[in-house]
């Protein structure tokens, strides 16, 4: 199978490539040049299996043409955490908190390492990860590529902008794996990330990406959605993801158009709102990134929205048909988690606090509701308790993290800064 950069349909790669480059010679993101998809006979043969067994068919739909059918299998059973599919009142809440690192991003990353750690190995070089997180993502990409052979790791994180948890997660790390705490927001770190990519002086250094904007991270991300219509195979599924980068919503239209049966989608966006504006307006303006309680999700120019309106043709009506999207504010995430938590005694992160949220606002009759849980409300703990006045116990976590040692360095939003990091640690 070929990938393209969505930004030059003539530049086309494999998937060796594409996995360990991250971006498109031009910079572009790499879609494919053709999707797999499901018959109903091999659909409904899933029903029942386990998560790894699930895990395996996916990666073999999308990689068997480039990668060992056994090497894949191996893969898959590195999922070994629960995604539990729980009921709370109307809805079912996929938690998909249960990895190391207390994220969603748990699963794509635990896959996409062992993908890059083995196509390096088949190179027999060392490929370095540039990574930028808004929180999430570089504690799920620093635990999942610890002390795996032939790769280093470089997280860049926004100072100040992520919970205490999440920076001891990101900082507590492994040999392999450098924390650059920077002076800005997410957007400014993604940015030097894709500076770095375009450099052609740090070409030697074989850089690639474990954000969302790698497929190699994205596609993984199928997984779990089918997983959610295996347990629940004879419903019209409503999926309502929260949504920063817009990954999880990408793979989900991926797997939509892969055959899987999947009726609507919702997202759910905090006050960095350039695709809800989109939505109603059809125009695309990003505006400065605002700090919110769903920190995560500080982005206000998504990457991988790009790959969702490539999917509907670049067209904003086929894209209204299966897609809303809603705005939720801090006040209105407060709210939502005393509500839910006061009448189910159920803790919701704020991240899925603004997805449950907006699958009350979206139009859902005869749907069935499945809220995408993407945190653990015990990484955020203070945010919580500061918002809501909810007395969250996370002292055995804090403690579990801060007996390892940390390291970190700071830098301002300065690429040269980035630039002399890499060059010197290479």
């Known amino acids: 199978m070929l990938y393209h950069s969505l930004g030059n349909p003539n530049i086309q790669d494999s998937l060796e490539t594409v996995i360990l480059a991250g971006l498109a010679k031009d910079g572009g993101l790499f879609f494919p040049n053709q999707i797999p998809t499901f018959n109903q006979h091999e659909l409904t043969a899933l029903v029942g299996l386990d998560l790894p067994s699930i895990a395996s068919v996916v990666l073999k739909k999308w990689f068997a043409e480039d990668i060992e059918v056994k090497e894949l299998e191996v893969i898959g059973t590195s999922l070994t955490f629960p995604i539990p599919l729980v009921q709370i009142g109307d809805k079912y809440v ?14 794509a990353a635990t896959i996409l390492a062992r993908l890059i750690s083995y196509f390096a190995r088949k190179r027999q070089t060392i490929v370095r990860v540039l990574v930028a997180t808004s929180g999430d993502t570089g504690g799920a990409v620093a635990h999942g590529f610890a002390n795996l052979e032939n790769v280093q790791v470089y997280v860049l994180f926004p100072k100040n902008k992520v919970s205490q948890l999440q920076e001891k997660q990101l900082t507590c790390v492994a040999e392999n794996v450098w924390p650059i705490e920077v002076e800005g927001y997410f957007d400014d770190c993604q940015a030097m990330v894709k500076q770095a990519f375009n450099d052609p002086d740090l ?119 299966y897609l809303q999207v809603f705005r939720v504010s801090d006040q209105e995430t407060t709210e939502t988690i005393l509500e839910v938590y006061n009448k189910y005694n159920y803790l919701l992160c704020p991240h899925t606090a603004v997805a449950w949220k907006a699958a009350n606002l979206s139009e859902h009759m005869g749907l069935t509701q499945v809220v995408y849980a993407t945190a ?36 301002a939003a300065n690429y040269s800064e980035l630039k002399q990091i890499l060059q010197a640690s290479a």
Not at 94 to 107: I, N, Q, R, S, Y
Not at 206 to 213: E, F, H, K, V
Not at 228 to 252: K, R
Not at 291 to 310: E, Q, Y
């Open 203 to 321: 070409q030697p250094l074989n850089l690639t990406s474990a954000n969302s904007i790698n497929l190699g991270r994205l596609i993984p991300q199928i997984i779990y959605h089918l997983w959610v219509w295996t347990q629940l195979p004879e419903s019209d599924l409503q999926l309502v993801i929260p949504s920063g980068n817009f990954g999880n919503l990408a793979a989900a239209f991926l797997a939509m158009k892969m055959g899987v049966p999947i009726s609507r989608f919702v997202a759910g966006v905090n006050a960095n709102d350039t695709v809800y504006r989109f939505m109603q307006t059809g125009k695309y303006e990003p505006r400065p990134t605002v700090s919110t309680l769903s920190n995560a999700m500080d982005i206000s120019n998504p990457s991988n929205f790009s790959r969702i309106l490539k999917i509907v043709n670049y067209d904003r009506s086929n894209l209204q048909q």
């Open 94 to 107: 996929l938690e998909l908190f249960h990895g190391p690192t207390l994220a969603f991003k748990d699963v």
């Open 376 to 411: 653990s409300p015990y990484k955020f703990a203070k945010e919580i308790n500061a918002a809501a006045g909810l007395v969250i116990d996370d002292n055995q976590l804090i403690q579990q993290w801060s007996t390892k040692s940390s390291k970190k360095v700071s830098i």
